[in-house]
């Protein structure tokens, strides 16, 4: 394919995912919600995407009791798709449930579906991923059928279904799609001379997506003739307003993204507008009092209260504690912790620290705000949380779907009656976003140095961005605390050393000594806009909630009190490589022009999905600072918003 038509297709499905996006609210039919989700999924490879999880659930809550969705197989093997496209896995209910369905619909002669190929393509393709065991049992006799019916030219009845048929093929085991290969090759090329002869297949993008698809499927490269003429018409079918609409909007559009998505060897980058929901929590007169305002929300924030005992407090409040535990008896269990600390199995440690989220989620969030908060449109959420309240796990508070960290692109802001330095940022000089990377600067992490580099190699080629790249003992203390006010973003990989009762004498260490949290302030004449310590303990403060004091700051409110706009760190012990990866993964979603928010949330995922939820490096990452804020703005990669040069 022409170098030239890759920047049209990604317009092409930035405008079409966004089209989706904004009807995706207000979609009420199973079958779109479903071609929707995954559609979605596909396109950014974002299967916990708060907007697919919602539509998730709501596909959830329309699932019949016979396991079917509305009493239709097309519409129960979309749904089945749709939710394992969003990471369910095969033993949930709802899949277990809608497989039994299926397989109770199955003509048991024929070993099809209604005597329709169109359904039975549809059953059999799913029972190659879901069930392979099933599509045994059913492929011998349904396969006979169905390619029976293929005729002297290629074609099996017209061009939906010889596309159908090259993608089943392609999905079976190879034993069995070697048994089909000519019935694939005959088909595969009837498509191509029948795109010979005319401007598009049909006149529907949906029914051209299924040939497409199956071109691809079949290895056809992307470079072939036929691959670029059906991309082109794709390209001229599509609406000013991003939708593709021959035959059903949804469909066609949805449809269309996912073939076109295919050609693209990275996620679609699609940054849409934030929509930034805002939690309030404060302590009154004994009580907590939770406010929530809704994006787009009115003149009036409603709020509720609800009472904290002082044991419940003091319980929440030794989350870091908790969390470290979990982590101790991981790594025992991983042989790389004291031989004293009790080992445990992953998925059980994971399975505590979702009890501890949920309960936090019920002393923390009264009912009301539970409700109005599971009912928003939220993707960003913003916590404005009393100063006095900052030891609480927000990061960690489970609604019963997953972890608001998680779920949503999450941030605090601190509030407080203390004066602090307005962010602004004032003397900033214009050009490029300026970045100081300081790694292992004691020279006894490998680890770090590595993080490092791969983060000034990830930055270094944007022209968005001037990289200086500092490791071992290039810098000392005195370079570092001089160079603070010259750079937009600092990332510091290394050694922190936190002290719980007196946290302005937590340090970042040096090859030459210690750099004191109180001592920074001092060097801030202009304040970074970001500031990551990827470090342990790098963003923990006082323990002691009854010992708390305003003017005894740690290492991260030091840096928001001197104005820096956003903090990240740490607030347990964490692994050098899955923090590493953490960096790398918030690193290259924030040089897409994704949020801080959101840049740090797909960057937990990808660490929960590489190294496992047991590992917690995702669950103790915190920021501070808006989290619908932008470093890099949207498009400054390159033309198109794609930045297909990260790795």
Request: hydrophobic share 45%; charged share 20%; glycine share 8%.
């Amino acid at each position: 394919m022409s170098e030239p038509l890759i920047p049209a297709v990604v317009r092409s499905l930035q405008s079409g995912l966004r089209w989706l996006k904004d009807k995706a609210e207000s979609i009420n039919d199973p079958r779109e919600v479903a071609i929707t989700m995954t559609a979605l999924v596909r396109a950014e490879r974002n299967a916990r995407g708060q907007l697919v999880q919602r539509l998730a659930a709501s596909l959830l809550q329309r699932q019949s009791v016979n396991g079917s969705w509305s009493d239709e197989l097309w519409d129960t093997t979309w749904s089945l798709n749709a939710l394992l496209a969003a990471g369910y896995p095969h033993a949930h209910p709802a899949i277990e449930n809608g497989l039994r369905f299926l397989l109770a619909t199955e003509d048991p002669q024929r070993g099809a579906w209604y005597e329709e190929p169109f359904e039975t393509m549809l059953v059999l393709a799913l029972l190659a991923d879901l069930a392979p065991d099933a599509l045994r049992s059913s492929a011998g006799r349904a396969l006979t059928w169905l390619f029976g019916l293929q005729s002297a030219n290629g074609s099996i009845i017209g061009v939906r279904y010889t596309g159908m048929a090259i993608s089943l093929i392609a999905a079976l085991p190879s034993d069995l799609a070697s048994q089909y290969a000519i019935v694939a090759r005959r088909a595969v090329n009837w498509l191509r001379e029948d795109l010979a002869s005319r401007e598009i297949w049909t006149s529907a993008s949906w029914s051209n997506h299924y040939a497409l698809n199956a071109l691809l499927d079949a290895g056809v490269s992307r470079d072939d003739p036929s691959v670029e003429k059906a991309v082109r018409w794709f390209l001229g079918a599509q609406g000013i307003d991003g939708r593709w609409m021959q035959v059903s909007s949804i469909h066609d559009t949805a449809t269309a993204i996912m073939v076109l998505c295919r050609l693209l060897s990275v996620p679609l980058v699609d940054v849409s507008p934030a929509r930034t929901g805002v939690i309030s929590a404060a302590r009154e007169n004994g009580t907590l009092r939770v406010s929530y305002q809704a994006p787009g929300g009115g003149a009036i924030m409603p709020t509720d209260r609800l009472k904290l005992s002082d044991e419940v407090r003091a319980e929440l409040g030794r989350n870091q504690q908790q969390v470290l535990s979990l982590v101790g008896r991981l790594r025992s269990s991983l042989g790389t912790a004291v031989p004293s600390t009790p080992p445990a199995d992953p998925a059980f440690l994971l399975e505590e620290l979702v009890k501890v989220g949920r309960y936090a989620y019920g002393h923390l969030f009264p009912t009301r705000i539970q409700m109005l908060l599971a009912s928003s449109t939220a993707d960003h959420v913003r916590l404005d949380v009393d100063e006095r309240l900052i030891d609480l796990p927000w990061e960690l508070l489970h609604d019963g779907s997953d972890f608001l960290c998680v779920k949503y692109a999450l941030g605090r802001r601190i509030v407080s009656d203390q004066a602090f330095q307005a962010v602004g940022h004032k003397g900033r000089p214009t050009g490029p976003t300026r970045v100081l990377i300081v790694a292992n600067p004691t020279e006894d992490l490998p680890a770090a140095e590595a993080e490092g580099a791969r983060v000034a190699d990830l930055l270094s080629p944007l022209g968005a961005m001037s990289v200086t790249h500092h490791s071992g003992r290039s810098m000392r203390k005195k370079e570092f605390l001089l160079s603070l006010a010259d750079f937009d973003v600092v990332h510091f990989a290394g050694h922190t050393s936190h002290d719980p009762d007196n946290p302005d004498e937590s340090a970042l260490l040096f090859s030459d000594g210690e750099v004191r949290a109180f001592e920074i302030s001092r060097f801030l004449s202009r304040s970074p806009a970001v500031v990551f310590l990827n470090s342990c303990w790098s963003a923990e403060e006082i323990r002691d909630p009854d010992a708390f004091s305003t003017m005894t700051r740690g290492l991260g409110r030091t840096f928001l009190y001197a104005g820096v706009t956003a903090f990240l760190g740490y607030l347990v012990p964490i692994p050098d490589e899955s923090a590493s990866d953490l960096a790398v993964t918030f690193y290259r979603s924030l040089a897409q022009g994704q949020t801080i928010g959101e840049s740090l949330r797909r960057a937990r995922v990808e660490v929960m999905t590489s190294h496992g939820a047991g590992d917690f490096t995702w669950s103790s990452a915190v920021l501070y600072g808006d989290p619908s804020a932008n470093v890099v703005p949207r498009g400054t990669a390159n033309d198109s918003g794609l930045v297909t040069q990260l790795p």
